[in-house]
């Protein structure tokens, strides 16, 4: 994140054309002036192996969402299966709970991607037996 | 009616594009309004004070008032 705002702050609308390969990815990517930058998708492959891990431990599912959850970007549906069902794997219906919780946060003030994103998750909540914090009740104070 | 996908990642970095120049100009702006409204006048103040200083005229007027321990006024 703050490679993000040191690239944007330092050079404004006049370097747009300069930045713009980094601009595309701008999640925890660096502007690497050696190799490659990792594609959105190679991104998500791998997050998605990282919870597909079959005997993932507590430890690494609360280090891969915290990660994750640190990023400019809020999960792709796939990612978040994965790692739902790594909370299944896992018997954590809490963590898979404060997961759906964490991903309405991320999204801060575009009320659109939550909604979005249950609609995507509905199948696998559903096949998992996870509630959603709405229908807990859960999500106003 | 299905949702169409919306846009999920760089939102952060998208909104300090907007704000960040603005906050730099609106910080830039705050700091030359107070330099040119505060600094600068109150400098000129000094200034202008001080052109026509005469101290040995001020220091005559505090010796006469008997502030003084170390030289009396004329009249004692």
């Given at each position: 994140m703050f490679s993000a705002v040191v690239r944007l702050s330092a050079s404004g609308v006049r370097s747009l054309a300069r930045t713009r390969p980094c601009y595309t990815a701008p999640l925890a990517s660096r502007c690497y002036s050696h190799g490659k930058a990792e594609t959105d998708e190679e991104f998500d492959a791998r997050w998605i192996t990282y919870f597909n891990?079959?005997?993932?431990?507590a430890w690494e599912l609360k280090k891969g969402m915290n990660t994750l959850i640190g990023y400019d970007l809020v999960p792709e549906p796939k990612i978040l299966d994965s790692a739902l069902r790594a909370c299944r794997r896992l018997n954590d219906l809490a963590s898979a709970i404060r997961i759906l919780e964490a991903v309405k946060d991320k999204s801060g003030p575009h009320k659109g991607i939550y909604p979005y994103l249950i609609q995507e998750l509905n199948p696998t909540l559903k096949e998992l037996g996870i509630s959603t914090p709405e229908e807990l009740g859960m999500d106003h104070v | 009616m299905s949702l169409q996908k919306p846009i999920m990642r760089g939102l952060l970095a998208k909104r300090l594009r907007f704000h960040l120049p603005i906050a730099f100009a609106l910080s830039l702006i705050a700091a030359a309004a107070f330099k040119y409204g505060v600094t600068e006048p109150r400098k000129q103040a000094y200034a202008d004070f001080y052109k026509q200083y005469d101290a040995m005229k001020e220091f005559n007027g505090m010796k006469e008032a008997g502030i003084f321990e170390s030289v009396r006024p004329s009249g004692e």
């Amino acid at each position: 994140m703050f490679s993000a705002v040191v690239r944007l702050s330092a050079s404004g609308v006049r370097s747009l054309a300069r930045t713009r390969p980094c601009y595309t990815a701008p999640l925890a990517s660096r502007c690497y002036s050696h190799g490659k930058a990792e594609t959105d998708e190679e991104f998500d492959a791998r997050w998605i192996t990282y919870f597909n891990k079959p005997d993932i431990d507590a430890w690494e599912l609360k280090k891969g969402m915290n990660t994750l959850i640190g990023y400019d970007l809020v999960p792709e549906p796939k990612i978040l299966d994965s790692a739902l069902r790594a909370c299944r794997r896992l018997n954590d219906l809490a963590s898979a709970i404060r997961i759906l919780e964490a991903v309405k946060d991320k999204s801060g003030p575009h009320k659109g991607i939550y909604p979005y994103l249950i609609q995507e998750l509905n199948p696998t909540l559903k096949e998992l037996g996870i509630s959603t914090p709405e229908e807990l009740g859960m999500d106003h104070v | 009616m299905s949702l169409q996908k919306p846009i999920m990642r760089g939102l952060l970095a998208k909104r300090l594009r907007f704000h960040l120049p603005i906050a730099f100009a609106l910080s830039l702006i705050a700091a030359a309004a107070f330099k040119y409204g505060v600094t600068e006048p109150r400098k000129q103040a000094y200034a202008d004070f001080y052109k026509q200083y005469d101290a040995m005229k001020e220091f005559n007027g505090m010796k006469e008032a008997g502030i003084f321990e170390s030289v009396r006024p004329s009249g004692e």
